[in-house]
């Protein structure tokens, strides 16, 4: 099946540095990437959508110069939190959408995010 | 706008069957799935099933939808302790072109 690599798989970063986020589809080349932050026990909820080559469509009320997201390439998309903050501390989980009919969206495995 | 519920927890005993329901809003839907996270994880896609379907089976698992009363239900049948997980249901809508998913239900598997 679909792969969706994530790197860190954790990270803890000292409040007002910026934490850098890879989200990787390993065997098959993503048309669209996207990225979800969790909170404990909530659903997920979409921060942004990125294509290849074009700017990331954020979702109302996320900031876009908070997150910033950069799709190089069909395969790699990254995500970067600058100057994080405690509230930031969350699980990021990217996903890639396959270009097939079904529309199907792999995940990666999450990054915990803990700022201190 | 598009909405996707769930119910939050349910409980079975090992071996019997579970019946994760799903009701969704979306007249544009296409597709629904059923996810699943374990504790720590991402999300496992585990099966979906097309809007102009009733019925799709895989396995142990077997996906019912109602499009009249835009109703989805997960069937996994003898269920192990394995299985224990939290499942979302998720909604590709058509208008939008982004899955919209469900609260999560929190399946205990007791031995």
New interface residues.
């Given amino acids: 099946?679909a792969v969706?690599s994530?790197h860190p798989s954790w990270v803890i970063c000292k409040s007002g540095t910026s934490v850098k986020i890879e989200c990787r589809s390993l065997d098959f080349q993503a048309t669209t990437m996207?990225w979800y932050r969790q909170f404990p026990k909530?659903?997920?909820m979409?921060m942004a959508?990125s294509n290849e080559g074009s700017k990331a469509t954020y979702e109302q009320g996320v900031e876009k110069d908070k997150f910033l997201i950069n799709h190089a390439s069909l395969t790699l998309s990254t995500l970067t939190v600058t100057s994080a903050h405690p509230e930031d501390s969350s699980f990021y989980?990217c996903?890639a959408r396959i270009a097939t009919p079904?529309?199907?969206?792999?995940?990666?495995?999450?990054t915990?995010l803990t700022v201190l | 706008g598009e909405d996707v519920e769930q119910s939050l927890f349910l409980s079975v005993r090992e071996g019997d069957s579970s019946v994760i329901n799903c009701t969704y809003t979306d007249s544009s839907s296409t597709y629904l799935y059923w996810y699943k996270q374990e504790p720590g994880a991402g999300l496992q896609l585990l099966t979906y099933i097309f809007s102009n379907m009733d019925m799709k089976q895989d396995q142990r698992l077997t996906v019912l939808l109602n499009k009249k009363d835009k109703h989805l239900s997960l069937r996994i049948a003898d269920t192990q302790t394995g299985d224990s997980a939290i499942y979302f249901c998720a909604d590709f809508s058509g208008n939008t072109g982004k899955l919209i998913f469900g609260q999560g239900t929190t399946l205990q598997v007791k031995p």
């Avoid at chain 1, 079904?102 to 999450?110: D, I, K, L, S, V």
């Fill in positions: 099946g969706v994530q996207f909530q659903s997920l979409l959508t989980i996903s079904y529309n199907e969206q792999f995940f990666g495995p999450g915990r």
